[in-house]
């Protein structure tokens, strides 16, 4: 199934240069309406890159994220723990925090190591 872009979600994906590392860059909203969009790409993403141990989306620019959207980082963590890739939200903003403690799925996602919580950026991104 293919799904349209959703003009309140946008991806951007980039492979690192380190060993087997990927970044998806979400901004907009996860939601309804975006989330299967997401598990779409993230899952499409790691059927091309079958040598990754990691999988960082990178949570900064998300603007909102509802029940849909927890569901939509849920499935990517199901599919994404199948295949032995550790799955980590990287700068979560606190609304996403929240949720994740609130709903005690918080220990699913890593979190990021001390020098990015820092303030390192990842790499820029290509779609």
Not at 44 to 59: E, S, T
Not at 70 to 89: D, K, P, Q
């Amino acid at each position: 199934m293919t799904f349209p872009p959703h003009p309140s979600l946008s991806l951007a994906a980039t492979v690192d240069a380190g060993p087997g590392t990927a970044h998806l860059r979400i901004t907009g909203d996860l939601d309804y309406e975006t989330g299967d969009e997401l598990v779409h790409r993230a899952t499409q993403f790691l059927g091309a890159h079958p040598d990754l141990h990691a999988l960082r989306l990178d949570c900064a620019h998300l603007r909102f994220c509802d029940s849909s959207g927890l569901s939509a980082l849920l499935m990517i963590h199901r599919t994404t723990a199948a295949g032995n890739v550790v799955l980590h939200l990287d700068d979560p903003p606190p609304f996403l925090e929240r949720i994740l403690t609130t709903t005690g799925v918080r220990g699913l996602f890593p979190p990021a190591p001390a020098s990015r919580r820092a303030g390192q950026s990842p790499p820029a991104s290509a779609d």
